[in-house]
T-cell receptor, first 119, second 114 residues
Framework: AQTVTQSQPEMSVQEAETVTLSCTYD???????LFWYKQPPSRQMILVIR??????QNATENRFSVNFQKAAKSFSLKISDSQLGDTAMYFC????????????????FGKGTKLSVKP | ETGVTQTPRHLVMGMTNKKSLKCEQH?????MYWYKQSAKKPLELMFV???????ENNSVPSRFSPECPNSSHLFLHLHTLQPEDSALYLC?????????????FGSGTQLSVL
């Protein structure tokens, strides 16, 4: 079974600074995806960034980037130039690809890190 | 407009009530899901519908009954719930088998069972 661990329940960062959120996972699968989702107080789960396990290049989306270390099963999220709107719960998630190519939407989530951006 | 709309936003019900949660996706996706988010546990997948057929039921008690009448609509029918069922229920959709498959979530229904 897959597990996802986020070891930082809460973090804070000053506006405009950089923060890194940690995530490790455990799996015996070789074909999978990793995600970071953000959940602001509005409760909607918003996709931040996605990484395919077979790609060595780290994914980036504007101010968000990941450090994907497949051998170490580590998938950290770096937020540069933090903004007040980045305040939210951040969830790391794992999804394996099943044999026919689909996923059946089975995201395995970590418990989340509550990020506060301070002015 | 998020693409995935859930109603109601909040629901309070007694243990003997029957209620339904509704989800609608406007993204043309072919798969829909129910997730449960409890205060102290990670999000858990409850049900999966792919092409309107239920393909997964993760050992969810029978007091939760999903329905997917078409690819755009998903319901979760609730009856004789327990207080421990109080949680945020999130609906999601995706285009299964897409090269860049990813889930889009609604804002959830916050359920309180008294």
């Amino acid at each position: 079974a897959q597990t996802v661990t986020q070891s930082q329940p809460e973090m804070s960062v000053q506006e405009a600074e950089t923060v890194t959120l940690s995530c490790t996972y455990d799996t015996s699968e070789s074909n999978y995806y990793l995600f970071w989702y953000k959940q602001p107080p509005s409760r909607q789960m918003i996709l931040v960034i996605r990484q395919e396990a077979y790609k060595q290049q780290n994914a980036t989306e504007n101010r968000f980037s990941v450090n994907f270390q497949k051998a170490a099963k580590s998938f950290s999220l770096k937020i540069s130039d933090s903004q007040l709107g980045d305040t939210a719960m951040y969830f790391c998630a794992f999804m394996k690809r099943v044999s026919y190519g689909g996923s059946q939407g089975n995201l395995i989530f970590g418990k989340g890190t509550k990020l506060s951006v301070k002015p | 407009e998020t693409g995935v709309t859930q109603t109601p936003r909040h629901l309070v019900m007694g243990m003997t009530n029957k209620k339904s949660l509704k989800c609608e996706q406007h993204l043309g996706h072919n798969a829909m899901y129910w997730y449960k988010q409890s205060a102290k546990k990670p999000l858990e997948l409850m049900f999966v519908y792919s092409l309107e057929e239920r393909v997964e039921n993760n050992s969810v008690p029978s007091r939760f009954s999903p329905e997917c009448p078409n690819s755009s609509h998903l319901f979760l029918h609730l009856h004789t719930l327990q207080p421990e069922d109080s949680a945020l229920y999130l609906c999601a959709s995706s285009q299964e088998l897409a090269e860049n498959e990813k889930l889009f979530f609604g804002s959830g229904t916050q359920l309180s069972v008294l």
